[in-house]
T-cell receptor, first 113, second 114 residues
Framework: DGGITQSPKYLFRKEGQNVTLSCEQNLNHDAMYWYRQDPGQGLRLIYYSQIVNDFQKGDIAEGYSVSREKKESFPLTVTSAQKNPTAFYLC????????????FGPGTRLTVL | AQTVTQSQPEMSVQEAETVTLSCTYDTSENNYYLFWYKQPPSRQMILVIRQEAYKQQNATENRFSVNFQKAAKSFSLKISDSQLGDTAMYFCAFMKQSNYQLIWGAGTKLIIKP
């Protein structure tokens, strides 16, 4: 089955720790995205990548980092510099330039203890 | 900058009724896409319907249809014969054709009552 997987579903972090959220897709999509969702708000773009080995900052990139070494994988690291990391994180992918619709993974809930 | 406004934080209707969710957006672009996504309690974001701005015909997907008014910058979603499984957060989103980035509204919580 083609789709987007995110792991883990729930993640707990102590203050001062870095954590990495996984996102994998087998849709052969060129573009991948990371969003953050807070209660009562729409999604906000953290980072996106239109092609392997290239990525750009979104609206709220501070305190986050990404890599895109493989087409199917786009991991997100939440660093200790992110002041308020508790949120729901969604990964999405799309066919890339000229293809507009984004499809989403099931999300990861990150809680800072 | 583009903005998307969903003026109804929460709505509830009886099962089998028709409900319309509103969405307005602000842009100076002429070429863009509009989307409605559904997020049920599982929190999986699911595409409901999409509309290209250059198309005058309103998009339809089974019980879901849109009323796209380009001049008024309005993009409402109509759900006919509502079902219990339609209970979810509904998000309206705008995408510029130039960069394919989504701008999201704050969402409308829709509750379908039995």
């Amino acid at each position: 089955d083609g789709g987007i997987t995110q792991s883990p579903k729930y993640l707990f972090r102590k203050e001062g720790q870095n954590v990495t959220l996984s996102c994998e897709q087998n849709l052969n999509h060129d573009a991948m995205y990371w969003y953050r969702q807070d209660p009562g708000q729409g999604l906000r773009l953290i980072y996106y990548s239109q092609i392997v080995n290239d990525f750009q900052k979104g609206d709220i990139a501070e305190g986050y980092s990404v890599s895109r070494e493989k087409k199917e994988s786009f991991p997100l690291t939440v660093t200790s510099a992110q002041k308020n990391p508790t949120a729901f994180y969604l990964c999405a992918s799309s066919g890339g330039r000229g293809t507009d619709t984004q499809y989403f993974g099931p999300g990861t809930r990150l809680t800072v203890l | 900058a583009q903005t998307v406004t969903q003026s109804q934080p929460e709505m509830s209707v009886q099962e089998a009724e028709t409900v319309t969710l509103s969405c307005t957006y602000d842009t100076s672009e002429n070429n863009y896409y509009l989307f409605w996504y559904k997020q049920p309690p599982s929190r999986q974001m699911i595409l409901v319907i999409r509309q290209e701005a250059y198309k005058q015909q309103n998009a339809t997907e089974n019980r879901f249809s849109v009323n796209f008014q380009k001049a008024a910058k309005s993009f409402s979603l109509k759900i006919s014969d509502s079902q219990l499984g339609d209970t979810a957060m509904y998000f309206c989103a705008f995408m510029k054709q130039s960069n394919y980035q989504l701008i999201w509204g704050a969402g409308t919580k829709l509750i379908i009552k039995p």
